[in-house]
């Protein structure tokens, strides 16, 4: 299986503190997403990685940064997150195995 | 743009009745079409995905149609049961097939017992 690995499986972080959240994968799948999904929405695409070549989405909010220092590994950085940011955060693969999620809380 | 529309956002249904799941969409320029099932607080699990030469997929008691000229997809679920309570999300892969899926909000289910 094409497993999806995100820790912590729930995040909590002050308003306007940093905070990290990251996804691994066992596959070493070139591709891999990060999306947001706010409490009774629609997953949103927040970045798009081929290896370790990135694009953000138009919309993406601007204090939202992405790493990817190796195929398996992906960070999603929230430099100063607001009570809005709050949500599930999604890493699928290339295969759209979604995996747990990281769900944000922000006090 | 593309955008996903699924109806209802919510049903409650009886144990063992049928039902049927919609979901629209905007540009029939799709690569793909994926229904996933979400319980309260999880990730995604993948139900069902239709190529967009498929006009059908079955697993176990679910179908998956697509009609893409018609922009519209249905998920029937058969014989319904309390553990197929959840939300249910249909997602549409563009045509350029990046993988990056557009989505509807969902229609939340409850099966009564």
């Known amino acids: 299986d094409a497993m999806v690995i995100q820790n912590p499986r729930y995040q909590v972080t002050q308003f306007g503190k940093p905070v990290t959240l990251s996804c691994s994968q066992t596959?070493?799948?070139?591709?891999m997403y990060w999306y947001q999904q706010k409490s009774s929405q629609a997953p949103k695409l927040l970045f798009h990685?081929?290896?370790?070549?990135?694009?953000n989405e138009a919309d993406t909010p601007d204090n939202f940064q992405s790493r990817r220092p190796n195929t398996s590994f992906c960070f999603l950085d929230i430099r100063s997150p607001g009570l809005g940011d709050a949500a599930m955060y999604l890493c699928?693969?290339?295969?759209?195995?979604f995996g747990p999620g990281t769900r944000l809380t922000v006090t | 743009k593309q955008e996903v529309t699924q109806i209802p956002a919510a049903l409650s249904v009886p144990e063992g009745e049928n039902l049927v799941l919609n979901c629209s969409f905007t540009?029939?320029?799709?690569?793909?079409l994926q229904w996933f099932r979400q319980d309260p607080g999880k990730g995604l699990t993948s139900l069902l995905l239709?190529?967009?030469?498929?006009r059908e997929q079955t697993s176990g008691r679910l179908n998956a149609s697509l009609d893409k000229s018609s922009g519209r997809s249905t998920l029937y679920i058969a014989a319904s049961q309390p553990g197929d309570s959840a939300t249910y999300l249909c997602?549409?892969?563009?045509?350029?097939?990046?993988?990056?899926?557009?989505f509807g909000q969902g229609t939340t289910l409850q099966v009564k017992p």
């Open positions: 699928p693969n290339y295969e759209q195995y």
């Open positions: 596959l070493n799948h070139n591709v």
């Open positions: 990685y081929y290896d370790k070549d990135f694009n």
């Open positions: 540009d029939s320029a799709i690569y793909n």
């Open positions: 239709i190529q967009s030469s498929q």
């Open positions: 997602a549409v892969d563009g045509s350029s097939n990046t993988g990056k899926l557009i």
